[in-house]
């Protein structure tokens, strides 16, 4: 190893020890206020429904507004951290969630709550969120992937934990005097804001600010939407080529339409996202009308939680094998059959015992889905191309995240009958599932013909679906600083 390169590691070793580890845990705490906070939406969603008599279509918007901006305002959020830190992010969307959650408790219309509950708060843990996961990846440099499936294991703790706290809490005061109390416990992802200090990166170091002195996220001028190459006129740029550098760094449509295997992905997990919610929202009233009691029908969404708590880093790991390096879109693909063939256990029956089944099932599969996401993202596109390329799908995600709840909810209505919530989800999740393993098979096949017809390459895509180059990359194509990670 050259002097440079051992002088670099010296340097970025202490980022992943001492107070690294604090950020882990704050960063943990966060993913559980954030992530996990729709799962108790279920709970009061009858409550609510009838202090404002409104329909099923209707009350399912607020906690669809609060998830599609909660993933959907991944640019915003990158944006606002190249621009002031992780660490101003992070505590602005805590200060966000809490006014949302105090505002939602005087709210007089249901259409109020669409504003406060659904677009402040889903602002405010979008910011909270995503900017805790970036800055992982300041204090990580040789732990980094055991850091995010630590931190991801928040999200269970959330699933877990909020619904029992949200039913307890329901029992005792209400949902007005619920929500002021959320309203307080969301504003701790302000404590935990505060415990991520800026980091000093060094020069080397696989995500660094451009100069080494500088805190993590800050803009200089070699770090322009223009992917490093700054002006040194910027006011003579004019406003329609700064539109376009800017939506090719965060929404890549170039990808979009160049790459066949980040097509069919996206395509396929946006078809999938409109059913992949419904159980969520649905599930408690589901059981509740069935005659399950109210405590009861608020352990099911906790029971999802704890199981993932273990699987979901099992799965994580298992992916991570060798074996399945090229192929964990099948895996990925039988994650979301599972879990919509696991929807038609409802339909069966709608007994409590049965619904733990469901639940039980749901969870693995679910585990799957949640572990697999990025690292298939990852796989088909190039991580200097990842960033851009994930703004897209989270946008195009957060669109049918939106929309899923809120039509199940009108055919709900017209029909007074719940199944028709878990026949939608199915649909949408087996034909995503269908669509995307089959297409891929299909791809892999022509790409496998293709390289039989050419003389083989000397250094072959590590994926065996992908069409993406693997030549070297310039330093102005290096990684991006910031890169914002959602997680489902």
Same mark, same amino acid.
């Given at each position: 190893? /050259? ?30 206020l ?18 404002? @008599? ?6 399912s918007?607020?906690?669809? %507004?609060?998830v ?12 606002? !951290?190249?621009?002031? +830190?992780?660490?101003?992010? *992070?505590?602005?969307?805590? #200060? ?6 105090? $505002?939602?408790?005087?709210c ?8 406060t509950?659904? #677009? ?11 900017? +805790?996961?970036? !800055?992982?990846?300041?204090y ?11 931190? /991801? ?10 619904p029992?706290?949200s ?10 005097? =619920? ?15 505060? %415990? ?8 080397? /170091?696989? #995500? ?10 800050? =803009?200089?001028e ?9 002006s ?33 992905? =996206? ?21 509740? @009308?069935?005659? *399950? ?11 999802? +939680?704890f ?17 399945f ?12 059959? #599972?879990?919509?063939?696991?929807n038609?256990?409802?339909?069966? $029956?709608?007994?409590?015992?049965? &619904? ?11 585990s +799957?889905i949640?572990?697999?996401?990025? @690292? ?5 596109v ?15 995600? $957060? ?8 039509l199940?909810? &009108?055919?709900?209505?017209? =029909?007074?009958?719940?199944?028709? *919530?878990?026949?939608? $989800? ?5 034909s995503?599932a ?12 022509k ?5 039989a017809?050419? !003389? ?25 600083? *910031? ?6």
């Amino acid at each position: 190893m /050259s002097q440079g390169g051992a002088a670099a590691c010296k340097a970025a070793e202490p980022q992943d020890r001492g107070w690294a580890w604090m950020v882990l845990l704050a960063t943990v705490l966060l993913q559980g206020l954030t992530l996990g906070f729709p799962s108790c939406i279920g709970v009061v969603f009858m409550d609510i429904q009838h202090e404002f @008599q409104a329909s099923n279509s209707e009350t399912s918007w607020f906690p669809s %507004i609060m998830v599609a901006v909660l993933y959907g305002g991944g640019p915003l959020c990158s944006i606002l !951290v190249k621009r002031f +830190g992780c660490r101003f992010a *992070v505590m602005l969307g805590g #200060l966000l969630s809490s006014v949302g959650m105090v $505002s939602s408790s005087f709210c007089k219309s249901i259409s109020q709550l669409y504003l406060t509950a659904g #677009l402040i708060t889903g602002l405010g843990s979008c910011f909270s969120f995503q900017a +805790g996961v970036t !800055v992982l990846g300041y204090y990580f440099v040789r732990w980094r992937t055991l850091a995010n499936a630590i931190a /991801s294991t928040g999200v269970s703790l959330g699933f877990t934990l909020w619904p029992l706290l949200s039913q307890y809490l329901l029992d005792e005061m209400g949902w007005r005097n =619920t929500f002021l109390i959320f309203g307080g416990i969301l504003l701790n992802c302000c404590v935990c804001g505060a %415990i991520m200090r800026p980091v000093q990166l060094a020069s080397g /170091s696989p #995500l660094q600010s451009p100069k080494p002195a500088e805190e993590p996220g800050r =803009t200089t001028e070699g770090a322009q939407l223009s992917n490093g190459a700054s002006s040194p006129h910027p006011k003579q740029q004019t406003r329609r080529t700064a539109c376009f550098q800017m939506l090719q760094k965060y929404l890549a449509f170039d990808i979009f339409c160049q790459n066949k295997g980040y097509q069919i992905y =996206t395509i396929g997990v946006t078809w999938m996202m409109v059913g992949f919610a419904l159980p969520h929202v649905y599930l408690v009233p589901y059981a509740i @009308q069935n005659g *399950v009691e109210e405590r009861r029908a608020a352990l099911l969404i906790s029971v999802i +939680g704890f199981i993932n708590i273990f699987i979901r880093p099992l799965t994580g790991l298992l992916s991570g094998h060798r074996v399945f390096t090229g192929r964990r879109i099948y895996l990925f693909s039988l994650a979301a059959l #599972l879990c919509g063939l696991s929807n038609f256990i409802c339909v069966i $029956s709608a007994k409590f015992s049965v &619904l733990i089944i469901y639940c039980i099932i749901l969870s693995i599969a679910m585990s +799957g889905i949640g572990a697999l996401t990025f @690292q298939v993202l990852m796989d088909v596109v190039e991580m200097d191309r990842f960033s851009s390329a994930l703004g897209l799908f989270t946008i195009l995600e $957060s669109i049918t995240l939106l929309i899923g709840p809120p039509l199940t909810g &009108l055919l709900v209505d017209v =029909t007074s009958d719940f199944h028709y *919530v878990f026949y939608n $989800s199915s649909f949408f999740l087996i034909s995503a599932a269908l669509f995307m393993g089959l297409s891929f098979c299909t791809l892999e096949k022509k790409t496998k013909l293709k390289e039989a017809s050419k !003389v083989p390459l000397d250094s072959p895509s590590r994926c065996q679906y992908s069409e993406i180059p693997t030549e070297p990359q310039s330093e102005s194509q290096s990684t991006p600083a *910031v890169v914002y990670i959602t997680s489902i």
